[in-house]
């Protein structure tokens, strides 16, 4: 069935670096993406999402690009923090359905 | 901000018996949802709830499972008899409306059994 997956499942960047977290997504009727943050013991925490008629969305310090072409999403974390160190998910659904989940990067931030 | 509140934060139970997880969602959002997350695992949807009534839901939801809006501001998934495998993160997340809006995640209950 159509399914959403992450490239790399860790990924360690030095404190100050700009981090990027890849993910893929087979569906291409999906209009719909979200990324989330999830720290040891905590639920999913909403970062940004992005609709599919853009290809570019920033918010605090993050930003989401996605490219329909290849069915690719990616979220760049500016300046990363030690608070930034958590699993982070990205998610799609199309129109009402469901959100399907990716199995999630560990981002370890290096001080 | 508003929060979705999760109760308990940690459910032991016995195989074979009955569990209800608490959940309050966020006040003025009319789309529930609940989700599981087995350890080390993704998120995995079961089910959706929107004005009184199931939406729609995953494989997982079976017979066993049923979600309840008893009063105005509780949504509660309950587990009619449970196995070893129901041992997982539960989550339940609310949205303002269906589609293309963020759902907003609760802590969770881990739910253990034995």
């Known amino acids: 069935g159509e399914s959403v997956g992450l490239h790399l499942p860790t990924l360690s960047v030095q404190e100050g670096d700009n981090s990027i977290i890849n993910c893929a997504y087979s569906n291409s009727a999906s209009d719909y993406f979200i990324w989330y943050k999830q720290e040891s013991g905590k639920g999913p925490q909403f970062i940004i999402d992005i609709r599919s008629n853009m290809d570019k969305r920033q918010g605090q310090r993050v930003t989401v690009l996605l490219n329909k072409t290849v069915k690719h999403l990616s979220l760049q974390i500016a300046a990363t923090q030690p608070g930034d160190s958590a699993v982070y998910f990205c998610?799609?659904?199309?129109?009402?359905?469901?959100?399907?989940f990716g199995k999630g990067t560990r981002l370890s931030v290096i001080a | 901000e508003p929060e979705v509140t999760q109760t308990p934060s940690h459910q032991v139970t016995q195989m074979g018996q009955e569990v209800i997880l608490r959940c309050v969602p966020i006040?003025?959002?009319?789309?529930f949802y609940w989700y599981r997350q087995i350890l080390g695992q993704k998120v995995e949807f079961l089910v959706s709830?929107?004005?009184?009534?199931?939406?729609?839901k995953s494989e997982i939801f079976d017979d066993q499972f049923s979600v309840e809006r008893p009063d105005g501001s509780n949504f509660t998934l309950k587990i009619r008899s449970t196995k070893l495998e129901d041992s997982a993160m539960y989550f339940c997340?609310?949205?303002?409306?269906?589609?293309?809006?963020?759902?907003?995640f609760g802590d969770g209950t881990r739910l253990s059994i034995l």
């Open positions: 006040s003025n959002h009319l789309y």
């Open positions: 997340a609310s949205s303002e409306s269906g589609g293309n809006q963020p759902q907003h």
């Open positions: 998610a799609e659904n199309e129109g009402n359905t469901p959100l399907v």
């Open positions: 709830f929107y004005n009184n009534e199931i939406s729609e």
